[in-house]
């Protein structure tokens, strides 16, 4: 498992658990042939907050990149929206979305390769801001690998 951020001791991320306002979701796509396995967290159009992404935890293979995009459209699969951390809290705006595509979606932002027998590599905490309407998606460099992506994040008011 990598880690896309680092330490998860952040103030911000524990007032907003305590105040209803944290995040998670994940989702495992599996390999396909000649497709790239994709998940993605979207902030809805009109959803009225900013999500601001904590840390995303990532599987793949040992050996393939990470690729972190930026890709707006909604995947095909809509796996839902994420759950309140605050047990009991309401569901959060932002959704998981998942595909299976010829092409990788989106514009690269940043890479992790992940070599055989080597410890997580990350990214810096709050590794991304999301307006309504935008998305970030996470997938490998190579059709044909399963990658998976539970993302932590926190919603304000716009």
């Keep these: 498992m990598q880690t896309l951020h680092g330490a998860s001791d952040s103030p911000l991320w524990l007032d907003a658990l305590r105040d209803g306002l944290a ?9 396909l042939a000649a497709n790239f396995s994709e998940v993605q967290l979207k902030n809805p159009a009109a959803s009225g907050v900013i999500v601001l992404v904590y840390k995303i935890n990532v599987g793949a293979p040992a050996g393939v990149t990470v690729q972190l995009r930026r890709h707006d459209a909604d995947l095909a699969t809509d796996a839902g929206a994420g759950t309140n951390l605050q047990i009991g809290g309401a569901a959060a705006a932002a959704h998981v979305f998942t595909d299976q595509l010829a092409a990788a979606s989106g514009t690269l932002i940043s890479e992790l390769h992940r070599p055989t027998n080597t410890d997580p590599q990350r990214f810096p905490s709050w590794c991304a801001e999301l307006d309504a309407g935008e998305a970030i998606v996470i997938t490998t460099d190579a059709v044909n690998q399963a990658v998976s992506a539970e993302f932590f994040w926190i919603e304000l008011p716009a």
């Design 23 to 31: 995040f998670a979701h994940g989702k495992l796509v599996a390999a």
